[in-house]
């Protein structure tokens, strides 16, 4: 009930009442005014565990939680300046391990040696109102992950992702003012995303693993969740004082830290250890998730083997190359490869070989194709490629030259030496045709060509001339 006190209708307390109220009120019961606290009982002594203790102004407000001190000391104000105030209420406080409970208050302004003072009476009001709060904190963090699993969908890869995250974490858990997801790189925890800290300064910040406060409380097993109300125990140039910590596995390997602090000492308290496990595992799902997402989209423009584009993705890019070709009259080669003798090397020294001697190819070709060509995988030894401002006498000089490179840097398997060597075919845009269909066709049948030169044993390769050797 709001109310406001009359001076002169104040009950007045002698120093005889305070005998009765430390004697016989086991309620925790307390007097004070707004620059000194005059009484504290037995039962406030012994629900707070500071017997024996001088207790100050400044150590009562130090039990108050913090987030609910500022309230505190305005109702306070209210009430002994003759304003009007609530006299009963709901208060947060903390035990001496930062474990935080509410009690119910009461409060009446009472008058000793002529002052206003407030009596304040407490009652243990805990369990349903920190099942109440955790409970709102729990649907604000899970509608946060809800936001996360959006991002999952809509997030513009995993950078994006990663700050989504931070996001909803520093939103969500009480008290947390910044914060950062660190990931492993090599011995080095390197920010991937933060809030609340200086983006070119964090940018610099390379932390080596055993320096960093989780594993300075844990260890190398890295395997919980910390709470450090106290960050000048551990890290004494620490501009911050709370932390929450958790190790992020993914795969079952440990892929990083995610942590939250603030510039308040005490500011987190086990419910918040239970969201932060809460929200370490939506994340340790949302970056799987995100991985397997990206995974399968990999997989879905590139071949697995060799890492270049697979048969779909090349068919879908050549379209929009023909498009553009013809909107602004331009040619280009296509060009059909494929390796030799594929089948011997896998009869003879098993499909790892012939796996390598494909990857060998891919590799090397990093040499003949410029940032503007398209090379792919488009059959089980046939690729397929894509050459721009290029006439075909300086493209089949160039893949000579790439020929005449693996000839000279076979592949070892098993002790035995692998030469890649491949037969290709070349067609040209408007002149050859238009559709892949039809340029295919035509590289196709000139590749075919070629290979039955190979098969016949004739050795182009050593027909070079020095001067038109290419090295890769």
């Given at each position: 009930m709001a109310i406001a006190y009359d001076l002169k209708d104040a009950i007045q307390i002698n120093d005889a009442d305070f005998d009765v109220l430390e004697r016989l009120v086991e309620t925790p019961t307390i007097m004070l005014n707004m620059h000194k606290l005059l009484f504290v009982n037995a039962g406030f002594r012994q629900h707070f565990d500071c017997e024996g203790q001088m207790l100050s102004l400044k150590c009562l407000l130090s039990i108050i939680h913090t987030d609910y001190l500022s309230h505190f000391e305005t109702m306070l104000d209210c009430a002994l300046s003759g304003k009007t105030y609530v006299d009963h209420g709901e208060l947060c406080v903390k035990t001496k391990n930062s474990k935080a409970f509410w009690m119910t208050y009461t409060l009446r302004v009472v008058t000793y040696n002529g002052l206003p003072h407030a009596l304040i009476q407490l009652y243990e009001n805990n369990e349903k109102k920190r099942t109440d709060t955790y409970k709102e904190r729990l649907i604000k963090l899970s509608e946060s992950i809800l936001e996360v699993t959006h991002s999952i969908v809509n997030a513009d890869g995993i950078n994006e992702l990663y700050r989504v995250i931070m996001q909803c974490a520093v939103n969500a858990i009480s008290n947390a003012s910044h914060g950062s997801i660190m990931k492993l790189e090599g011995d080095f925890l390197i920010p991937v995303a933060h809030i609340g800290f200086e983006t070119n300064a964090?940018?610099?910040?390379?932390?080596?693993l055993k320096t960093h406060i989780l594993y300075k409380v844990v260890g190398e097993?890295?395997?919980?969740?910390?709470?450090?109300?106290?960050?000048?125990?551990?890290?004494?140039?620490?501009?911050?004082?709370?932390?929450?910590?958790?190790?992020?596995?993914?795969?079952?390997k440990f892929f990083g830290v995610v942590t939250v602090e603030s510039k308040r000492m005490d500011s987190f308290d086990d419910d918040d250890v239970n969201l932060m496990a809460f929200f370490r595992n939506n994340l340790e799902i949302a970056i799987t998730n995100q991985y397997l997402n990206e995974e399968k989209s990999f997989l879905s423009r590139f071949d697995s083997l060799t890492s270049l584009y697979n048969r779909n993705y090349f068919d879908e890019v050549y379209e929009l190359i023909k498009e553009r070709a013809q909107r602004y009259h331009e040619n280009f080669n296509l060009v059909v490869f494929d390796l030799n003798d594929l089948k011997g090397t896998n009869d003879a020294y098993g499909h790892m070989a012939g796996d390598l001697l494909l990857k060998h190819f891919a590799t090397t070709c990093k040499n003949l194709i410029r940032k503007s060509d398209v090379l792919a995988r488009y059959g089980g030894d046939e690729f397929v490629g894509l050459f721009f401002n290029c006439s075909q006498g300086k493209l089949r000089k160039k893949i000579d030259g790439h020929l005449k490179y693996l000839n000279e840097n076979p592949i070892f398997y098993k002790n035995k030496t692998i030469i890649c060597s491949y037969s290709y075919g070349i067609a040209q845009f408007n002149e050859d045709g238009t559709t892949l269909g039809e340029l295919f066709k035509v590289a196709d049948d000139r590749m075919y060509e070629n290979k039955m030169r190979y098969k016949l044993g004739f050795d182009f390769i050593e027909m070079f001339e020095p001067s038109r050797r290419n090295t890769f």
């Open positions: 964090i940018r610099r910040v390379k932390i080596p097993k890295l395997d919980q969740i910390i709470k450090v109300n106290d960050l000048k125990t551990i890290e004494t140039d620490s501009v911050m004082h709370s932390a929450l910590s958790a190790p992020i596995y993914i795969k079952g």
